[in-house]
């Protein structure tokens, strides 16, 4: 069977890998153009492509994906299926294209978070459960017929770092399992709208951008706590914080303590305990572990206390 693999990220390399080691034909790789990144803007390669280079896998990085040249280049290769992991929505003449079909890799439960940050957002909600589904792609964005799905847990302290390792890991396990059975046609896809209770809508997981990733102290502390796991390492929840000369300074939170239950407060109030920082939310107060100043590295509170003496949250 003649594949070709669709992916950008570190999340879809592990599929890919998993294809190639079990002796899969991938025809192609297409991947995303190289981008200018870094402080000396050098153009960087996708992770995808790192790999599909040191595996001598041909290799396509097309600007438009309508573009009629890089259609025929499609089709000339003559491919029974398409797999698609963490790429880019793709247009319909070219996910008709294989006999086989498209299928696409989410990491969700889908009609679970529908969007570009399942895991995130899944996290951020502070979900107990989540996973990831294989589907047949159709015209609207994560709605098509679902293959399989498997699921895992989501601990208590967990961060969106730790689980989109295990997706990725679960997700691999699962395309392999997806092209078996559709190269044995044993697949029976189940429409979306079967999973859905009588008046349930999917769950929406759009796009993360800076203001999303912004703390705001008058949450509960629950959601603070669940916002904070889940942007971390990547983007990181942010606020800001004032010294004593009153200047706000952006503020990267990455790891706190359990919230811990509390009446009374003042939302954004900080309290300092020798080596400890607390920040007071609607309902409670957020133990700081780990954070990091703009322009700094991320350090423990113990080091951040030592060059910087916290007076409030601005307002």
């Not at 200018?36 to 390669?45: D, E, W």
């Not at 969007?115 to 996973?131: F, K, L, Q, S």
């Not at 796991?229 to 004593?244: D, K, N």
Request: hydrophobic share 40%; charged share 20%.
């Amino acid at each position: 069977m003649r594949i070709i693999f669709f992916g950008t990220p570190d999340f879809a390399v592990e599929s890919l890998k998993r294809l190639v080691e079990a002796g899969y034909n991938i025809v192609s790789v297409v991947t995303s153009p190289d981008k200018p990144g870094g402080r000396n803007h050098h153009m960087l390669q996708s992770d995808v492509k790192r790999y599909a280079l040191e595996q001598g896998l041909p290799l396509l990085q097309p600007t438009n994906l309508k573009d009629p040249a890089f259609v025929e280049q499609l089709r000339a290769l003559d491919a029974q299926l398409f797999i698609v992991i963490a790429f880019r929505m793709l247009p319909e003449v070219v996910w008709t294209m294989p006999p086989l079909g498209t299928f696409n890799l989410h990491a969700s439960l889908l009609p679970k978070y529908r969007g570009a940050a399942p895991i995130n957002w899944a996290v951020m909600n502070g979900d107990t459960r989540t996973g990831v589904t294989t589907f047949f792609l159709k015209h609207e964005i994560d709605t098509g017929d679902i293959i399989q799905q498997k699921e895992i847990a989501i601990g208590r302290h967990d961060n969106v770092e730790v689980i989109h390792d295990r997706l990725m890991m679960l997700g691999a396990d699962m395309v392999l399992e997806t092209v078996a059975a559709i190269q044995a046609g044993t697949v029976h896809p189940i429409a979306q709208d079967q999973l859905l209770t009588a008046g349930q809508e999917p769950t929406p997981a759009p796009k993360i951008f800076k203001d999303t990733c912004r703390i705001h102290w008058q949450w509960p502390a629950e959601r603070v706590y669940n916002h904070i796991r889940g942007l971390s390492p990547y983007p990181a929840a942010w606020t800001e914080i004032c010294g004593v000369d009153g200047e706000p300074r952006q503020l990267k939170i990455f790891e706190t303590a359990e919230p811990v239950p509390a009446q009374g407060l003042t939302p954004g109030s900080v309290r300092v305990d020798g080596k400890r920082m607390h920040i007071a939310c609607a309902d409670g107060w957020i133990e700081i572990l780990s954070l990091q100043l703009a322009g700094k590295r991320r350090i423990t509170t113990d080091e951040f206390l030592r060059g910087f003496t916290p007076s409030h949250i601005p307002t």
